[in-house]
């Protein structure tokens, strides 16, 4: 699940355009701490990740690895390089640094926007214990 280089792929929609039609009875979250911003959601019956959000976010990030790899996605940049680990070195497969994470966040904002600012929520009820 994650890159030769430490990262994990992750495939971005807005909330408001993920559906789960076997509902969600079946994932449960985990949270670092209980005041964490961020959830990861798993299925209860295997721990496969299936996404992660953050409190206030109008996007969910899910797990790329949940598409069979001849229809995922294709990944388009990588966010967060300035927190891989010293001596890591990125491959120039994917655009990565300031000005294409500024671009990424417009994108978001715009998304926002179309929302007419809204943050739809997922409902999971469980909870993975720590």
């Keep these: 699940m994650t890159s030769a280089s430490g990262g ?15 509902g969600t009875d079946s994932l449960a979250e985990f949270r670092l701490s209980e005041t964490s911003p961020t959830r990861r959601v798993l299925t209860t019956c295997c721990s496969t990740p299936v996404f992660t959000e953050f409190s206030g976010g109008h996007w969910v ?8 790899e001849d229809k995922r996605p294709p990944m388009q940049i990588r ?10 070195t990125l491959d120039a497969s994917l655009p990565a640094g300031a000005m294409t994470t500024a671009g990424f966040y417009a994108k978001l904002l715009a998304a926002w926007i179309a929302m007419g600012f809204k943050v ?8 993975f214990a720590a």
């Design 120 to 127: 739809p929520k997922i409902a999971v009820t469980r909870k």
């Design 8 to 22: 994990v792929p992750y495939v971005l929609y807005r909330k408001d355009m993920v559906g789960f039609p076997d």
């Design 61 to 68: 990030s899910l797990f790329a690895s949940l598409w069979p």
């Design 79 to 88: 966010t967060q390089t300035g927190d891989v680990d010293e001596g890591t």
